[in-house]
């Protein structure tokens, strides 16, 4: 069975900064591609950022410059420094993992899930 510890949400000012964190246990099977999604309330979730087994790094267009995705392998724990956040950005944050590269997966074709993560930002 996979875990995951998810921490790091909160509530800033627009102009502040998050770090989120996604700690995984129980992995099987190698993982290559994890990523941030998010989802704001009336709205599809919306992949935020993603890191593939190379490192490969991709992000959405409304974060690129203020979200760097990181990974410690060691640790298996996911990252997401978020800088400069704005009321945009609030939504429930997610981490995924897959077993394919991220190239070859889809928003639907995640193998794992972690539990969500509140970031509200005020104006």
Request: charged residues 20%; proline residues 2%; glycine residues 12%.
């Amino acid at each position: 069975e996979v875990n995951f510890a998810v921490s790091g949400g909160g509530t800033v000012q627009a102009g502040g900064s998050l770090r989120l964190s996604c700690a995984a246990s129980g992995y099987q099977y190698s993982v290559y591609c994890r990523a941030w999604f998010r989802q704001a309330p009336g709205k599809e979730r919306e992949a935020v950022a993603m890191i593939d087994g190379d490192g490969t790094t991709n992000y959405a267009d409304s974060v690129k410059g203020r979200f760097t995705i990181a990974k410690d392998n060691g640790k298996n724990t996911l990252y997401l420094q978020m800088n400069d956040l704005k009321p945009e950005d609030t939504a429930m944050y997610y981490c995924a993992a897959s077993h394919r590269y991220c190239s070859d997966v889809g928003a639907d074709g995640y193998n794992y899930w972690g539990q969500g993560t509140q970031v509200t930002v005020s104006s």
